[in-house]
């Protein structure tokens, strides 16, 4: 009768304790913590500078450990993503992420936008917008959506007027009805602008060229007034745009300290209009 009852109570706590173990197995999947190794691609230069100093260790502070993935161009970092061999990416704007994603049938999202390098305009010519001569030339992107970052910054200077009815995320050469300097435009591709500060009067750079080529933002005539479209974002798969890490990521750009570390660190990106 003992040894049956003893056997009988072996029973009961093995089978408690098998319980417990699958119940805590149950929990562990639940709560996401085989998760907390993320990796966060970024283009080498200043957004995986940013992904790295400005955004890992505040997720790091929230459980997670970091792996900033560093890429050489645009295309890899959002099949990247797309594969799941990444969890999130810091490179591109809104403009480049939806031409991407409905160009490679891919469905990514910007889950919020961050302080970016703004377009500047530089010149060893002269030294203020108002030293500007007329018939100066200007270096300007080639590609449609960087030259209108370009005519809208020279439009905000007062050095050209732009129909009223011109959408200035796609505003072109065409669209100018008044050019008061006479100024004279040169397309150039963006990688080659940087250099064209040497030969044209003026250049109008990307921020992300001007930093490549050791350029100074804030040494620029004038830095564009950017439009959110513009500004880089952190994207993520569309269906990972409720889990548990986007709100994390989301509650790290939004931090005091994000902003203190850009402020620091990242002199002269322009803030999105949330942060202002």
Not at 179 to 190: A, D, G, V, W
Not at 250 to 265: A, H, L, T
């Amino acid at each position: 009768m003992k040894k049956g009852l003893t056997a009988f109570i072996l029973f009961l706590v093995v089978g408690t304790l098998a319980a417990c173990s699958g119940n805590e197995s149950i929990e562990d999947a639940s709560s996401g913590s085989k998760n907390k190794n993320i990796k966060i691609g970024a283009t080498s230069g200043p957004y995986s500078d940013m992904a790295t100093k400005a955004i890992k260790p505040g997720l790091e502070e929230l459980g997670y450990k970091v792996e900033v993935v560093e890429f050489s161009d645009y295309i890899q970092p959002n099949k990247a993503l797309d594969g799941g061999d990444i969890d999130a990416n810091l490179f591109q704007h809104t403009i480049y992420l939806e031409n991407f994603e409905k160009e490679n049938k891919m469905d990514l999202t910007g889950l919020i936008t961050v302080p970016t390098a703004p377009m500047g305009i530089y010149s060893n010519e002269f030294k203020s917008i108002d030293e500007i001569k007329d018939g100066a030339t200007i270096a300007i992107p080639n590609d449609p959506t960087n030259a209108a970052r370009a005519f809208n910054t020279l439009q905000d200077e007062g050095l050209i007027v732009v129909a009223e009815d011109a959408n200035p995320l796609t505003v072109s050469e065409k669209d100018i009805v008044e050019n008061s300097k006479q100024l004279k435009f040169q397309p150039l591709e963006s990688g080659q602008l940087p250099r064209a500060v040497e030969s044209a009067d003026l250049a109008a750079v990307p921020g992300n060229f001007a930093l490549a080529a050791g350029m100074d933002l804030l040494s620029a005539l004038t830095l564009e007034n950017m439009l959110d479209p513009y500004r880089n974002v952190v994207a993520i798969k569309a269906d990972d745009e409720d889990t548990q890490l986007a709100k994390d990521i989301k509650s790290v750009v939004e931090s005091e300290e994000f902003e203190k570390i850009i402020d620091e660190q990242f002199a002269g990106f322009g803030k999105p209009e949330w942060m202002k």
